[in-house]
C-alpha cells in the first residue's frame, strides 16, 4: 500500500537536490581558479618587505586621519554627557584608555619591537 502523503515530500526533497547540484556548478571555475592562484604562486614575494612596509604606512596614515576626528568627537560626547548629567566616570575612564590606546598605537608597538620592550633583537 503506497502512502500518499509522503510522495509530495520525496518529489520536494529530489527537487531541492537537484537545485542544489545546478548551483553549486558555478563554484567550480572559482575553486579551480583559487587552486590555481595557490598553485602558481612566487613564493619570493613573500621576501621582499617593501611591499607590505608601503601598504602599513599607508594603511597606518588612514586610520589616523579617522582616528583624530573620531577621538575628538568621543571627546565632544563625554562633555555633553557631563554638562547633562548623564555620565559616569567608568565609562570616561574607558573612552579614555581607548583614545590613549589607539593614538599612540605606533609608539607602542615601537616600544614592544625594540630592545626597550625587552625583545632580543
Known amino acids: 500500500m503506497t502512502n500518499y502523503l509522503l510522495l509530495p ?6 527537487l531541492n537536490a537537484s ?3 545546478n548551483s553549486a556548478k558555478p563554484a567550480l571555475p572559482v575553486l579551480a581558479l583559487i587552486a590555481m592562484q595557490v598553485v602558481l604562486t612566487d613564493p619570493a614575494i613573500a621576501q621582499t ?3 607590505w612596509t608601503k601598504t602599513a604606512t ?8 579617522v582616528l583624530r576626528p573620531l577621538s575628538v568627537i568621543a571627546i565632544i560626547v563625554m562633555g555633553l554627557a557631563a554638562g547633562f548629567g548623564k555620565m559616569e ?7 579614555g ?3 590613549i590606546v589607539a593614538n599612540g598605537a605606533t ?3 615601537d616600544f614592544l619591537t625594540t630592545n626597550g620592550g625587552g625583545s632580543s633583537t
Open 58 to 65: 599607508s594603511l597606518l596614515a588612514e586610520f589616523n586621519a
Open 89 to 95: 566616570w567608568s565609562l570616561v575612564a574607558k573612552v
Open 107 to 109: 609608539t607602542i608597538v
Open 9 to 14: 515530500a520525496l518529489s520536494q526533497i529530489r
Open 97 to 99: 584608555a581607548g583614545i
Open 19 to 21: 537545485r542544489l547540484a
Open 49 to 51: 618587505t617593501e611591499v
